[in-house]
């Protein structure tokens, strides 16, 4: 059974009028830790040496972009791994969550949570997600708005021109079509790829994540200064993913992204938006949002295509340029117009690499900020200056919490009762300071009934009015973080209507065919 950390140690000394701190946010998708090589990774991952400033005490919150893996034993295990590792841990489940097996009634059940369709292994994962303080809702952290986003892919996502002699997307070659189960009259329950599916997980953005969606609204209306990181599993658009006359399995496009996830993402416009599935390193600009895969992947495909899914510019100097004399070593082939085409099965990087993924997580984002003790008899004085603030659309939902240069949770022990703090102190970005005198009126009213205090014991000398308000952020976003597939796409234009395979995958397919016909021959 999981236990709740103790609570840290709240020193009895008046809080200082001045406190500084640091967020770090990182990334990472595609985990599967099925396989016993990632989840020993993530076990034997070790922060404390990570980050710009070197400072342990810094606030590192990490998104998971989905496909942790589907049994929910291992999903905990992994989830409570990073939880202990990061001060917040943000996820959105991804298709393996979703799937629905076993080999018997009892093996399914204790591998789906007691769910027997994927809706209700769904709801199963998110509660968990809530019983382990884990984040998947839009959430504030100061000046940073994160916001995870569900949805499923759609055949229909894929606009390229179909290649002849290809196996059809079916139960055969698509895993999710035969491993999710849908209820009984779901939409699009019973049509492989349907739009109506999305469609429903689209919608469901609100439908289950209240009351965290209502906090996204404003954003959604362009009211929101914050910056802004989305993140899903799923792909936004398919400029993510290499043409399907690269990939090994060309129709896996028509099981990748959603439209209606890029309706969103035009409508919130964040800064960058993190994904996963596809399992290829990605950090590329589109239509304005920068646009990020960090994917663990698997084992075989560290080891067999490493140059794909590495991140290659968040590692060491003279690692990149190995990677980069390698890479122009290796000779993918040409289209049929002469162009030189990357070759992603070949390794070209130390199997070092293969086994230790140092890239990962991959940083993306950092701020440093400040914040002034506001006490009980300043607030009136700036009460009217906050609500001309809120007015003019800067005002937001209140979400995460930092204590002690770390994130903590409030006493419900709700994913999404975070709160921002600082040694016990609430400690509010100027947009959050309406929802919190909110929440202030909704303790007082607990305590006057006798019920527990929200915000627990406070600190000698403060009132539990008081709070520190954040006087500046100074963030930054990551630079380039490299990717073979993306840096390549940014100099060489899609050929969307193109059906000759490119030179592997055509090598691939010929080897099946030769040996589909010696087993119908007999010879094998």
């Not at 009634?105 to 007691?114: D, F, I, K, S, Y």
């Not at 290499?242 to 028509?254: D, G």
């Not at 952020?473 to 073979?484: A, E, H, R, Y």
Request: proline share 5%; charged share 15%; hydrophobic share 35%.
């Amino acid at each position: 059974m999981h236990q709740a950390q103790p609570a840290r140690q709240q020193l009895d000394v008046p809080p200082a009028q001045s406190v500084a701190g640091a967020l770090e946010l990182y990334a990472i998708s595609d985990l599967h830790t099925d396989y016993s090589a990632n989840l020993e990774w993530v076990q034997q991952l070790d922060m404390t040496t990570r980050g710009s400033n070197g400072s342990s005490s810094s606030s590192r919150v990490l998104i998971v972009a989905g496909d942790v893996s589907d049994d929910i034993g291992i999903l905990r295990a992994t989830l409570e791994a990073l939880t202990v590792k990061f001060t917040a841990v943000a996820f959105v489940p991804g298709n393996h969550e979703l799937w629905v097996k076993g080999a018997t009634e009892h093996a399914a059940a204790l591998r789906n949570g007691g769910a027997t369709d994927s809706i209700a292994k769904l709801h199963v994962v998110l509660q968990l997600c809530e019983d382990l303080g884990v984040i998947t809702q839009p959430m504030q952290l100061g000046g940073l708005l994160l916001v995870p986003l569900l949805a499923w892919h759609h055949a229909s996502f894929d606009r390229e021109a179909d290649i002849a002699a290809i196996p059809r997307a079916s139960a055969m070659t698509i895993a999710d079509y035969a491993a999710c189960k849908w209820p009984q009259n779901f939409p699009g329950a019973g049509q492989l790829g349907s739009s109506d599916t999305a469609a429903w997980f689209d919608t469901a953005n609100e439908a289950l994540q209240q009351p965290g969606w209502s906090l996204l609204q404003q954003a959604l209306q362009g009211k929101s200064r914050l910056d802004t990181v989305s993140f899903s599993h799923f792909l936004p658009h398919q400029h993510l993913l290499p043409e399907k006359r690269m990939l090994s399995y060309p129709n896996l496009a028509k099981a990748v992204g959603s439209d209606f996830l890029w309706q969103r993402l035009q409508q919130l416009q964040p800064h960058m938006h993190v994904f996963g599935h596809s399992h290829f390193a990605w950090d590329m600009e589109l239509q304005g949002i920068r646009c990020v895969q960090a994917p663990l992947c698997y084992p075989a495909e560290r080891l067999h295509r490493l140059k794909s899914v590495i991140l290659h510019n968040t590692l060491p100097a003279s690692s990149s340029s190995s990677s980069s004399s390698s890479s122009s070593s290796s000779s993918g082939g040409s289209d049929k117009n002469g162009h030189k085409q990357p070759h992603p099965l070949h390794v070209g990087l130390q199997d070092h690499y293969a086994q230790h993924v140092e890239w990962l997580p991959a940083k993306i984002y950092q701020a440093e900020y400040t914040a002034e003790l506001r006490q009980q008899q300043q607030q009136q004085q700036q009460q009217q200056q906050q609500q001309h603030e809120l007015a003019a659309g800067d005002g937001r939902s209140v979400s995460l919490q930092e204590s002690c240069g770390g994130l903590q949770e409030s006493g419900s022990g709700r994913a999404n009762s975070w709160q921002l703090q600082h040694g016990g102190i609430p400690l509010l970005h100027s947009s959050q300071l309406h929802s919190w005198r909110s929440m202030q009126q909704q303790q007082q009213q607990q305590q006057q009934s006798g019920a527990a205090s929200f915000a627990g014991k406070h600190p000698a000398g403060c009132s539990s009015a008081a709070h520190y308000e954040i006087t500046s952020w100074q963030s930054s976003w990551c630079s380039n973080l490299g990717g073979m597939w993306s840096e390549y796409y940014k100099v060489t234009a899609r050929a969307p209507d193109n059906v000759q395979l490119a030179p592997w995958v055509l090598k691939r397919y010929r080897k099946y065919k030769r040996l589909s016909e010696r087993l119908k021959g007999g010879s094998v």
